[in-house]
């Protein structure tokens, strides 16, 4: 028996733990996207399904946020229950992925965002298309929100980055 460690990105603003866990329990592997050019045990791409006794979780390619960026949706029999997704970042190709690999799952489908600095931890498709400030404008408004956002450069992706293009796995120097 091994445990899964997924991915949805190759992250520029902290240290993924996947390589630490893998230290720790030898058996874990390792799930990232091929687009985005990391590290991992298992590779998958758009249309992929990862099975495990009578559950499956589907890969979305949702690129914005990077080029490699992926949803994964879980499936019980053939209904989407759940999707875990990262906000992304291409304001058109974010509108894109979003509208046509996410909010286009049935209403009731939990979102699980894999980062949300309010603290959610979860929504549905049918709160995000009703309620969501930035997701319930159309194309051309969203992509002029995002552009006013003036988001910081990401303090830490000049060791975020390289870390985790290796599976998090660095040998800092002592201190």
Request: glycine share 6%; with cysteine; net charge negative.
């Amino acid at each position: 028996m091994f445990a899964l460690l997924v991915n949805t990105h190759c992250h520029a603003d902290h240290i993924t733990s996947s390589g630490e866990l893998k230290k720790k329990l030898p058996t874990c592997r390792s799930i990232i996207s091929k687009a985005s050019g990391a590290q991992a045990d298992i590779y998958v791409k758009d249309g992929d399904a990862i099975e495990f006794g009578n559950l499956a979780i589907h890969v979305a390619a949702t690129p914005g946020h990077t080029n490699g960026c992926v949803t994964y949706i879980m499936h019980h029999g053939n209904r989407p229950i759940m999707a875990l997704l990262e906000m992304l970042w291409d304001p058109r190709t974010l509108y894109n992925s979003v509208h046509e690999k996410i909010l286009s799952l049935p209403e009731d489908t939990l979102l699980y965002p894999a980062h949300d600095y309010t603290g959610q931890t979860v929504t549905t498709v049918q709160e995000e298309k009703s309620f969501n400030p930035r997701l319930s404008k159309s194309q051309e408004d969203f992509i002029k929100i995002m552009k006013e956002l003036n988001l910081p450069y990401p303090k830490a992706i000049d060791k975020a980055l390289p870390a985790n293009l290796v599976c998090g796995i660095i040998d800092l120097p002592p201190k």
